[in-house]
């Protein structure tokens, strides 16, 4: 159903050069240069480098969040989609059970955490993936090393490259795609190198953009379009991408992050997508559902 039978404008998009097998690529439509942009580091050459050669740093002025700051309100546009959360054809929203196991994030320097809820029933080898690698602590000090403003922020390599990191098997697996999730605002979903075939420990977690109703075909799915145009996301990568949660609370926190300031670490690419202060997270757990409000749109923060 949720096929890439996509909007026009995302057909046309050409995807940036890879450099090395173990960069991982997640296409960003919206690019002005009309390339993708590149989901990590593609080699060792291209690294973010120690924070000693920021000549790619953005001015810096209001545009940009200081590291700890909640602030939203140029988000004041997106609001709840007018569909039945609990019975749409998008599963992104439904209530989980009590009981239910969810992720909670917690990042240094910002006050509160993210909660996630899990999507067993869709993605069950990503989820026990990363429940697996929370369960450990692998996640607890590692970095958000690529933050792209209204599009994503991604994070979970041990080298703080885009380059490394593994599953719980020890190498890479197949978490697969499901059609009844799609990439609206809040989605959790793995990072890869082409294919699902090669998620490991790397994730990002959705922001996008709105998108209007003339950008659409007039065959695409009806809720799906309603999330998109509404609460926003980043549809050209249904399909492609493993997706295996949705953030219920906390969401104010990654929006807020999306506008750190960043610099361009990478000279084969004009992405400019590596934090200037470490975004770090200071540990990812693994807890349960107790009931809670959920507050899965970044409306109900206001």
């Not at 450099?19 to 439509?29: H, L, N, Q, R, Y």
């Amino acid at each position: 159903m949720f096929k890439r039978a996509l909007i026009a404008v995302f057909c046309s998009v050409i995807a940036a050069s890879v450099f090395t097998s173990c960069g991982k690529e997640i296409k960003d439509s919206k690019s002005d240069s009309n390339t993708s942009k590149t989901d990590d580091a593609a080699s060792d050459t291209t690294a973010a480098g120690n924070g000693d050669d920021q000549s790619g740093i953005q001015d810096s002025d209001s545009q940009y969040n200081a590291l700890g700051e909640i602030n939203i309100s140029r988000f004041s546009d997106r609001k709840a989609p007018d569909i039945d959360l609990e019975n749409s054809a998008v599963k992104n929203f439904t209530t989980p059970e009590k009981g239910e196991k969810i992720i909670i994030m917690k990042f240094k320097d910002y006050e509160g955490e993210v909660k996630i809820r899990l999507f067993p029933e869709y993605a069950e080898l990503g989820v026990e993936n990363f429940i697996g690698l929370a369960e450990k602590g692998y996640y607890d000090g590692l970095t958000f090393h690529r933050i792209v403003k209204d599009f994503m922020i991604q994070g979970g390599d041990p080298l703080g490259t885009g380059t490394g990191g593994e599953s719980i098997w020890g190498d890479k697996f197949d978490g697969g795609t499901n059609e009844n999730v799609i990439h609206a605002a809040g989605t959790l979903a793995y990072a890869n190198s082409g294919s699902t075939a090669t998620d490991g420990s790397q994730f990002y977690i959705v922001t996008g953009t709105t998108f209007p109703e003339e950008q659409f075909a007039e065959n695409y799915p009806a809720d799906a379009k309603e999330v998109y145009k509404s609460v926003g996301g980043s549809p050209w990568l249904d399909g492609s991408y493993t997706i295996f949660g949705q953030v219920y609370d906390g969401l104010d926190i990654i929006f807020s992050l999306q506008d750190t300031e960043t610099y361009q670490a990478n000279a084969f690419s004009s992405e400019v997508s590596t934090p200037v202060k470490p975004v770090e997270i200071e540990y990812v757990k693994v807890g349960e559902y107790n009931g809670e409000e959920l507050k899965w749109f970044i409306s109900d923060y206001n």
